[in-house]
Structures are given as C-alpha cells and as structure tokens.
C-alpha cells in the first residue's frame, strides 16, 4: 500500500530530504486545532501527511474568512524564509491528520544548510501568493454554486478521499457568504447526484460533474501549482 507523504519534501534529494527530517517531529493534526495565531510569532512549520489547513483571516468583527488551504501538497510556514515574526492569518486544521513539524528557529537553520530547500520554499511561497490572488477575484466575482464546486474539490483534493466530514455553517463561513446560499447550491448538487451530503458527512459521487460546475478558478489555481512547482504531469 502506498504511504501518504508530504509532496513537497519529495520534491528534495534523498539526503536533503532526510536531513530535514532529522530535524522534525511527527505531529499530530487534530481537527479545529489552530497551529498559528494572527499577528504572533510562528512557532513552528508543518508539512501535512495526511489532513489539511485552512488559513483563516479575521477582519473587524465579521465572521472568519478562509484565504488558503494547506494540504499534503504545500507546507505551513513557508514565510519563514523572509524571516517574519508574525503571520497574517490563522491556521486552523479543517481535516484531521498527521504531519512533519518544525520549529521556526530550526527551519531557518536548514534553509541555509541546505539550498534546495531554500529553493524549494521560495518557490512554494511564490506559488501561494498567485493562488491567494487568484481567490481573492474568485470571491469578488464568482457565483455561489461554482465557488462551492471548487471548495469541495479542493477540499476532496487535500483529504485524499472521497468522503470528508464538514457542515454547511463551516462552508458558509469559509466562502464569507449566508448559509441559506450554500444551503441551495448543495442542494442542487445533492439532486443531480454530483455529491451526497448526510449529518455532516460529504461524499464526492460524480467528480468530473463536480468540476464541470467549479468555476475557471480550480483548473486556474492547479496550473500556478503544476508550473510554479515544476511538476510533471
């Protein structure tokens, strides 16, 4: 069986790879778990294995907003190669699972021992600067029921499964929009047999339906990935 592993860190050569790790502890991530706090420092860096992040930015006294996710395709904390204190958001676990952690300080260290990590970080933060660009004209000018498609999918993406558990009222507060919209749009995908959606449990039934209904910001937001992180298709 083939065992999950952080994409990132096999991008590394083998003897860098294991060189970090040495430095790293598995880490348990324990859904609704915040690993980073708005405007204070960050304590430590997380490569996902399994289960992924939202980062969540808090404006005045309005609901949370998400404005990234962090899965096994990315890290948390990638900002720490410009030497920031502070992060501007919050990270909280949407999915539970496990991950490779780092403290900050640590990290710094490796980043000058090894430049292929130096590299790969930078490359890694470029990436999520273009995706969170691209999120912000999504929410601006895309409509519910495609911005719903793409969440899933990204969602479906990070938990490496076709079933993941979450509630309409966390979605809402994600897209920064009224439940009653998510409550229709999920109804509607429910009705054509694109997803089902029980006590909090979602299930991903017709994909390639799924994505057809997304909008142009998935398909977008994966080729920054693929070209930014060099990946081969």
């Known amino acids: 069986m083939h065992r999950p592993e952080n994409s990132l860190l096999r991008q590394l050569p083998p003897e860098a790879r294991q060189q970090l790790l040495d430095h790293c502890e598995p880490f348990e991530l324990v859904l609704s778990a915040e690993l980073s706090t708005r405007g204070k420092p960050l304590s430590h860096a997380h490569f996902p294995i399994e289960g992924f992040l939202s980062l969540v930015i808090d404006v005045d006294s309005h609901p949370p907003l998400e404005v ?52 790969l970080l930078q490359a890694c933060l470029l990436t999520r600067l273009h995706q969170q660009t691209l999120a912000a004209a999504c929410q601006r000018y895309h409509l519910i029921a495609p911005r719903l ?24 507060l994600m897209l920064g929009v009224r439940r009653v919209g998510v409550t229709e749009a999920a109804s509607h995908f429910q ?31 994966t080729e920054i990935y693929n070209r930014l992180m060099k990946v081969k298709k």
Not at 90 to 109: K, M, Y
Not at 192 to 219: D, F, M, P, Q, W
Request: with cysteine; proline share 2%.
């Open 68 to 119: 990234g996710m962090v899965g096994a395709e990315a890290m948390l904390g990638s900002e720490l190669i410009l030497g920031l204190a502070a992060t501007p958001w919050r990270a909280v676990v949407q999915g539970a699972g496990s991950s490779w952690r780092i403290g900050a300080q640590e990290l710094r260290a490796q980043i000058d021992a090894i430049p292929a990590l130096e590299a």
């Open 191 to 221: 009705d054509s047999g694109l997803i089902a959606y029980h006590r909090g449990e979602l299930t991903v039934l017709n994909r390639k339906a799924l994505e057809a209904a997304a909008c142009s910001c998935y398909v977008a937001e």
């Open 149 to 172: 498609a793409r969440w899933l999918l990204m969602s479906q993406d990070r938990s490496r499964s076709e079933s993941f558990h979450v509630t309409q009222e966390f979605i809402a």
